[in-house]
């Protein structure tokens, strides 16, 4: 249900070359000793384990354990979108108001979206809407708070990691001083120790704030499409006839996704299809469509 984004392993992408880019810049006869200068395994320890730590007397370990899953929300979107979503629930109430309500039981094993597949059993259960939006209401609530307690794990990552390499600063100017009488190694020592805040300031800005900001943003889009279906399902439950329906779930769409709805999906003679194509002068696989 799911597709990759782009813009995110992007970002992540273009924010590594722009450091690399920085250090190495007219440097390129050396590169690799260039790079060596930024590199200190016991700064990558303490920069890494040290938030790490921290992190685990902040959340149960239940929160730090999703972290992976979490990681995978802020690369991917949702396969369906609002307008193909709202293209759905038009043919619902179509096929509802025509065969009756009972018959879009007949769906069900195609719809993989879980949210809109209890939804429809609900309706064809025959619940009333006070109920449907108690149930529906709360999941839509719990999903909220947990995408939120994600949210703030990857906040508080952001802010530990510079404050924790600046901790591994510090251990490294006490070790620094027991060379200061060699300003040779006195100097390499300074350099190490410069580096431990480096990686904190990398993390924090490029990597933990960034993701922390995108994760917040998809779980307002998620909120604002699990609203959206709980108000397509009740105008199912109500009987809305496919105009009354439309309206009542249009104002979740902006206005450039209004303008994908009536584009793309206001003529498709065999309803909802997988791609979401329309009839028009443009021909795909021996057939006229556009996306």
């Known amino acids: 249900m799911k ?3 782009l813009t995110t392993a992007i970002g992540l992408i273009g924010a590594a070359f722009v450091v690399f880019m920085s250090i190495v810049w007219g440097r390129w006869a050396d590169i690799p000793g260039s790079l060596g200068k930024f590199i200190d395994i016991p700064s990558v320890f303490i920069c890494v384990f040290g938030p790490i730590a921290a992190l685990l007397v902040a959340f149960e370990f239940n929160t730090i354990a999703s972290v992976p899953s979490i990681l995978r929300n802020a690369f991917l979107n949702k396969e369906i979108s609002k307008p193909e979503l709202m293209k759905l629930f038009i043919d619902f109430s179509k096929q509802a108001r025509r065969e009756g309500i009972l018959t879009l039981e007949r769906h069900l094993d195609k719809i993989r979206d879980k949210f809109i597949k209890s939804g ?3 309706v064809v259960d025959g619940f009333d809407e006070e109920t449907i939006r108690d149930i529906m209401g709360l999941e839509i609530d719990k999903t909220n ?3 939120k307690k994600c949210i703030q794990l990857f906040r508080m990552w952001a802010n530990l990691a510079p404050s924790i390499a600046m901790m591994g600063t510090f ?3 006490v070790h620094m001083m027991t060379t200061f ?4 190694r006195f100097g390499e020592s300074f350099a190490t120790v410069v580096v431990t805040s480096f990686y904190g300031v990398i993390l924090a800005n490029m990597v933990f704030s960034p993701l922390a900001n995108k994760l917040d943003i998809k779980n307002q889009n998620e909120i604002n499409r699990m609203e959206m279906i709980l108000e397509g399902i009740v105008g199912l439950s109500r009987g809305y006839s496919p105009n009354v329906l439309e309206d009542s779930i249009k104002p979740f769409l902006t206005p450039a996704e209004r303008l994908q709805y009536e584009v793309v ?3 498709d003679v065999k309803g909802l299809n997988p791609a979401g194509y329309v009839k028009t002068g443009n021909r ?3 057939k006229e469509y556009v996306a």
């Open 120 to 122: 429809i059993q609900m």
């Open 265 to 267: 999906h206001i003529k």
């Open 171 to 173: 251990i490294g100017l």
């Open 3 to 5: 597709k990759f984004d």
């Open 145 to 147: 708070e947990r995408h």
């Open 181 to 184: 009488n060699d300003i040779d």
């Open 284 to 286: 795909k696989n021996g």
